[in-house]
C-alpha cells in the first residue's frame, strides 16, 4: 500500500509540475521543473522513493524506447543512418576512453576499469530532455531525427561498454575479443528479438482481428504489451532488452500499415500512448529530483573517502566531466564533418552547404544525459567476489547524478540561445510533396467511385446520385483545392449512401498514400500527417453512421 501511495503521489507531482512549466513567465524547460517537484517531495515531505535498477530498467525504459522507434520518421531515420551509427557507435567509443582516462587522470583513487564504466553509463544520452527544451525552442528537424536516432541505438552500445567495464572491475582482467562478440551477440540477439516479436505479433493479430473483428481497446493493449515482450524475449536469449524495444518500435509501424487499423483504433491508441509517454517521462525526471537530497547528504562520506577538504571540490569534478562530454561531442562532430567534406572532394562530388558553427554546438550540447544513465549507475554492485567494497561506488553514483542535472541545466541555457542563431531553412521533402500526394489520393478516390458508378448505374437512383456527389467533392479538389465542409440537411437515404460512399473514397486515399509511402515516393512525415487528416474525417462519418 506504501509502494502504492508513493506512486500516485509522484503522479500527481507531475501533474502538477506541468501546470507550473507553463504559469511561470519564464520559459522554463519541463525537465527541470519536475526535478524540482521531486526535491520538494524530498526536502518538503521526507519523502523517499526507493528505486529498483532492475524494474526501472523493465518499466520505464522499454515503452518510452519503443514509442520512439515507431514515430520517428522512417524515411528520414534511415536517410540519415550513416550519421546516427557514427554518433551511437563511434562517439560512444570515442566518449569512454576520452572521458574513462580523463577520471583516471582528475581522480587517481578511482580505478581505470572503475572510470570506464562511468564513461560508458555517461555516452546514452537522452531524447526525452532534449525534446522537452526543444520545443519551446526551434531545432532542425533533420537534426532532431538524428539525434533521435542516436539515442535509439547508443543505449545498447553503452551498456555494453558498461558491463565490460564493471565485469573488469570485478575480475580484475579484460578481452577486447570477448567484448566485440558480446556486442555483436547483445546487439544481433536484441535486433532479432525485437523484429520477431513485433512482426509475430502483428501477423496473429491480423489473422485473429480478421478472424474476429477489431476491438480498439484490445489493440491498444496489444500495442502496450509488445515492448515488454520483446525485452523479455531479447533478455532471455542473452541480447540486448533495450535495444529490441527500439526494434520493436521502428517495426510495429511497418506491420501496423500492413494490418491497415482502423482509425478510431489509430486516433485512440495515439491518445494513450501520449498519456504514456508524458507520466513515464515525468516520473523519471521527479524520481531524479526526489533523489537529490540523499545524494547531498552522502558528500560528506564521499569527500571523506577521498581525502578532500572540502566537498566543493566534488562539484568541480562533475563541471569538469561535463565540460569534457561536451568537448568530445563537438570534436567528433567537426571531425566527421571534415571527414565527410574530404570524402566528397576526393570523389569530386559537391561539397554542398556547409553545416554552421552553431549548429554543431547545438549538437554538441543536445547530448542530455538522463533516465538510463540514472537507472544503470545504480546497478553497480556493492561488494567484489573477494568480500571487498566495489571502488570508489558512492562517488561514481553522485558524479553521474551530478551530470546529468548539469548537462540538463546546460542544455536549457545553451540550446535557447544557440538555436536563435540557426537560420531555419525549410527542411528538404524526400519524394512527393503533400500537394502532389493529395491529389494522387484524390485520384485514386475517383477511379474507386467510378468503378462503383458503374456498377450502380441505372439499377439504383438513389446510390447512383450520393455516388455523384461524392465524386464532385473529390473533383472540386482537384480542380479548385477546396476541402470537404459542412452539407446541408439532406434526405436520409441519399446521405447514408453518401456516407458509405465517402468512405469507400477515404479508403481508396489511404491505400495510395500507403503504397507511394512503401515505393518511397512519400516522405513519412507528410504520409502520417495526411492519413492522421483521413483517420478524424473516417472516425466522424462513422460515428454519423452508426447513429
Given at each position: 500500500?506504501?509502494?502504492?501511495?508513493?506512486?500516485?503521489?509522484?503522479?500527481?507531482?507531475?501533474?502538477?509540475?506541468?501546470?507550473?512549466?507553463?504559469?511561470?513567465?519564464?520559459?522554463?524547460?519541463?525537465?527541470?521543473?519536475?526535478?524540482?517537484?521531486?526535491?520538494?517531495?524530498?526536502?518538503?515531505?521526507?519523502?523517499?522513493?526507493?528505486?529498483?535498477?532492475?524494474?526501472?530498467?523493465?518499466?520505464?525504459?522499454?515503452?518510452?524506447?519503443?514509442?520512439?522507434?515507431?514515430?520517428?520518421?522512417?524515411?528520414?531515420?534511415?536517410?540519415?543512418?550513416?550519421?546516427?551509427?557514427?554518433?551511437?557507435?563511434?562517439?560512444?567509443?570515442?566518449?569512454?576512453?576520452?572521458?574513462?582516462?580523463?577520471?583516471?587522470?582528475?581522480?587517481?583513487?578511482?580505478?581505470?576499469?572503475?572510470?570506464?564504466?562511468?564513461?560508458?553509463?555517461?555516452?546514452?544520452?537522452?531524447?526525452?530532455?532534449?525534446?522537452?527544451?526543444?520545443?519551446?525552442?526551434?531545432?532542425?528537424?533533420?537534426?532532431?531525427?538524428?539525434?533521435?536516432?542516436?539515442?535509439?541505438?547508443?543505449?545498447?552500445?553503452?551498456?555494453?561498454?558498461?558491463?565490460?567495464?564493471?565485469?573488469?572491475?570485478?575480475?580484475?582482467?579484460?578481452?577486447?575479443?570477448?567484448?566485440?562478440?558480446?556486442?555483436?551477440?547483445?546487439?544481433?540477439?536484441?535486433?532479432?528479438?525485437?523484429?520477431?516479436?513485433?512482426?509475430?505479433?502483428?501477423?496473429?493479430?491480423?489473422?485473429?482481428?480478421?478472424?474476429?473483428?477489431?476491438?480498439?481497446?484490445?489493440?491498444?493493449?496489444?500495442?502496450?504489451?509488445?515492448?515488454?515482450?520483446?525485452?523479455?524475449?531479447?533478455?532471455?536469449?542473452?541480447?540486448?532488452?533495450?535495444?529490441?524495444?527500439?526494434?520493436?518500435?521502428?517495426?510495429?509501424?511497418?506491420?501496423?500499415?500492413?494490418?491497415?487499423?482502423?482509425?478510431?483504433?489509430?486516433?485512440?491508441?495515439?491518445?494513450?500512448?501520449?498519456?504514456?509517454?508524458?507520466?513515464?517521462?515525468?516520473?523519471?525526471?521527479?524520481?531524479?529530483?526526489?533523489?537529490?537530497?540523499?545524494?547531498?547528504?552522502?558528500?560528506?562520506?564521499?569527500?571523506?573517502?577521498?581525502?578532500?577538504?572540502?566537498?566543493?571540490?566534488?562539484?568541480?569534478?562533475?563541471?569538469?566531466?561535463?565540460?569534457?562530454?561536451?568537448?568530445?561531442?563537438?570534436?567528433?562532430?567537426?571531425?566527421?564533418?571534415?571527414?565527410?567534406?574530404?570524402?566528397?572532394?576526393?570523389?569530386?562530388?559537391?561539397?554542398?552547404?556547409?553545416?554552421?558553427?552553431?549548429?554543431?554546438?547545438?549538437?554538441?550540447?543536445?547530448?542530455?544525459?538522463?533516465?538510463?544513465?540514472?537507472?544503470?549507475?545504480?546497478?553497480?554492485?556493492?561488494?567484489?567476489?573477494?568480500?571487498?567494497?566495489?571502488?570508489?561506488?558512492?562517488?561514481?553514483?553522485?558524479?553521474?547524478k551530478g551530470v546529468i542535472m548539469l548537462s540538463l541545466l546546460n542544455a536549457s541555457i545553451a540550446l535557447p540561445l544557440l538555436t536563435r542563431q540557426l537560420e531555419l531553412l525549410?527542411?528538404?521533402?524526400?519524394?512527393?510533396?503533400?500537394?502532389?500526394?493529395?491529389?494522387?489520393?484524390?485520384?485514386?478516390?475517383?477511379?474507386?467511385?467510378?468503378?462503383?458508378?458503374?456498377?450502380?448505374?441505372?439499377?439504383?437512383?438513389?446510390?447512383?446520385?450520393?455516388?455523384?456527389?461524392?465524386?464532385?467533392?473529390?473533383q472540386r479538389r482537384l480542380d479548385y483545392g477546396i476541402q470537404d465542409g459542412e452539407e446541408g440537411d439532406r434526405q436520409h437515404l441519399i446521405e447514408e449512401s453518401e456516407r458509405s460512399f465517402r468512405l469507400e473514397g477515404i479508403r481508396?486515399?489511404?491505400?495510395?498514400?500507403?503504397?507511394?509511402?512503401?515505393?518511397?515516393?512519400?516522405?513519412?512525415?507528410?504520409?502520417?500527417?495526411?492519413?492522421?487528416?483521413?483517420?478524424?474525417?473516417?472516425?466522424?462519418?462513422?460515428?454519423?453512421?452508426?447513429?
Open positions: 500500500m506504501h509502494n502504492v501511495t508513493i506512486v500516485l503521489i509522484l503522479l500527481l507531482a507531475v501533474v502538477a509540475s506541468a501546470f507550473v512549466a507553463r504559469l511561470l513567465p519564464l520559459k522554463v524547460p519541463l525537465p527541470l521543473v519536475q526535478i524540482a517537484a521531486g526535491a520538494g517531495l524530498s526536502y518538503g515531505f521526507g519523502m523517499t522513493v526507493p528505486l529498483d535498477p532492475e524494474f526501472f530498467f523493465l518499466f520505464f525504459i522499454p515503452p518510452l524506447l519503443f514509442l520512439d522507434g515507431w514515430r520517428i520518421p522512417k524515411s528520414a531515420f534511415f536517410r540519415d543512418a550513416r550519421p546516427i551509427v557514427t554518433l551511437a557507435i563511434g562517439l560512444v567509443l570515442f566518449t569512454v576512453i576520452g572521458v574513462g582516462y580523463f577520471v583516471h587522470w582528475m581522480i587517481p583513487a578511482v580505478p581505470l576499469a572503475a572510470a570506464f564504466a562511468l564513461a560508458a553509463i555517461l555516452s546514452p544520452t537522452d531524447p526525452v530532455a532534449v525534446s522537452a527544451i526543444a520545443s519551446q525552442n526551434p531545432m532542425p528537424s533533420r537534426l532532431m531525427h538524428i539525434l533521435e536516432g542516436e539515442s535509439l541505438l547508443n543505449d545498447a552500445s553503452g551498456l555494453v561498454c558498461f558491463h565490460f567495464a564493471v565485469l573488469a572491475v570485478i575480475t580484475g582482467s579484460f578481452s577486447l575479443m570477448d567484448a566485440g562478440l558480446d556486442f555483436l551477440q547483445a546487439a544481433g540477439g536484441g535486433l532479432v528479438a525485437g523484429v520477431a516479436v513485433a512482426w509475430l505479433t502483428g501477423l496473429l493479430n491480423r489473422w485473429l482481428v480478421i478472424a474476429a473483428g477489431e476491438d480498439p481497446g484490445t489493440q491498444i493493449l496489444i500495442s502496450i504489451l509488445v515492448p515488454f515482450a520483446a525485452y523479455l524475449a531479447a533478455e532471455h536469449i542473452g541480447g540486448s532488452g533495450i535495444l529490441a524495444a527500439a526494434a520493436a518500435g521502428i517495426t510495429m509501424h511497418y506491420a501496423d500499415l500492413v494490418g491497415r487499423r482502423l482509425a478510431t483504433t489509430r486516433m485512440q491508441r495515439r491518445a494513450v500512448w501520449d498519456t504514456i509517454q508524458m507520466a513515464l517521462n515525468g516520473l523519471i525526471f521527479v524520481i531524479l529530483g526526489a533523489q537529490l537530497r540523499s545524494t547531498v547528504e552522502g558528500l560528506p562520506q564521499v569527500s571523506a573517502e577521498l581525502g578532500l577538504q572540502s566537498a566543493w571540490w566534488l562539484a568541480l569534478y562533475v563541471l569538469a566531466i561535463t565540460a569534457v562530454l561536451a568537448v568530445l561531442r563537438f570534436m567528433w562532430v567537426w571531425s566527421s564533418l571534415r571527414l565527410t567534406l574530404f570524402r566528397r572532394k576526393v570523389k569530386g562530388e559537391a561539397e554542398g552547404s556547409k553545416p554552421s558553427l552553431a549548429l554543431m554546438l547545438v549538437t554538441a550540447f543536445a547530448g542530455v544525459r538522463g533516465a538510463l544513465t540514472l537507472a544503470g549507475i545504480l546497478t553497480l554492485p556493492y561488494l567484489l567476489p573477494d568480500g571487498g567494497a566495489f571502488p570508489s561506488r558512492d562517488l561514481l553514483i553522485f558524479l553521474a525549410p527542411e528538404p521533402v524526400h519524394g512527393a510533396g503533400e500537394g502532389e500526394a493529395r491529389v494522387a489520393a484524390a485520384e485514386a478516390a475517383m477511379n474507386r467511385l467510378r468503378q462503383i458508378n458503374e456498377e450502380v448505374s441505372g439499377s439504383d437512383d438513389v446510390r447512383a446520385e450520393a455516388v455523384g456527389r461524392v465524386m464532385e467533392r473529390y481508396a486515399e489511404r491505400e495510395e498514400l500507403f503504397q507511394m509511402w512503401l515505393a518511397d515516393k512519400l516522405d513519412d512525415q507528410v504520409h502520417q500527417q495526411l492519413l492522421r487528416e483521413l483517420d478524424l474525417i473516417e472516425n466522424a462519418l462513422s460515428r454519423d453512421t452508426s447513429h
